[in-house]
């Protein structure tokens, strides 16, 4: 029994240290790499999307691209125009994220994001093209009040769901639904999925 326990123990510790390790690292990218000319730092990772549609690909990228110039300008009404008319990301609507992104542009400047997708997946299912990537990145700004450079937020290996509405490629929540284990309000909040 103390053996299994130990086990369990060991095993858990080392699930933790991973993730710090993983976080850490992501949080380390985002704050010593070069500032981006253009628009978001979208990397694939070796070998994400070679099977894949390469010209879906570039749509991806480029949707990612679109978004971030919209976030750098805080312009939301442009930003809001990638999010699916029925968006859904652990309950939050769109109204939701508007509201979300409406506070981080009151509270923060220079805002930027990176993004690094290690696996892409798309499927086609009743005429309706889907897309989904795991990505690892952050969001991260400077305090208007301070000037402090800060994260304001960071994610690893999350899925960005993404399906395509009216000719272009819209995020689209996490799938439509709240996990029946957590809360809402437990729920991570990450405005760009």
């Known amino acids: ?55 879906v690909i570039k749509e991806l990228v480029a949707a990612f691209n679109e978004a971030e110039s919209a976030v750098k300008r805080a312009d939301l009404d442009a930003l809001m125009k990638f999010y699916a008319t029925t968006y859904n990301y652990h309950g939050l609507k769109r109204s939701d994220v508007r509201r979300v992104w409406e506070e981080v542009f009151t509270y923060y400047g220079d805002i930027s994001s990176s993004h690094v997708f290690t696996e892409l997946k798309l499927v086609q299912a009743d005429g309706v093209r889907k897309a989904s990537v795991t990505c690892t990145g952050g969001l991260s700004g400077t305090e208007k009040g301070t000037g402090k450079p800060i994260t304001i937020d960071s994610w690893a290996r999350e899925v960005h769901y993404l399906v395509q509405e009216k000719g272009a490629w819209r995020f689209l929540g996490n799938a439509g639904g709240v996990s029946p284990s957590a809360s809402p309000a437990s729920a991570p909040h990450h405005p760009l999925f």
């Open 1 to 55: 029994m103390a053996s299994a326990l130990r086990h369990v123990t060991t095993m858990t510790r080392r699930i933790v240290l991973k993730m710090i390790l993983i976080l850490a690292g992501t949080l380390i990218l985002t704050q010593c790499r070069p500032p981006t000319p253009v628009a978001a730092a979208v990397e694939l990772a070796l070998g994400v999307g070679a099977d894949a549609d390469q010209p």
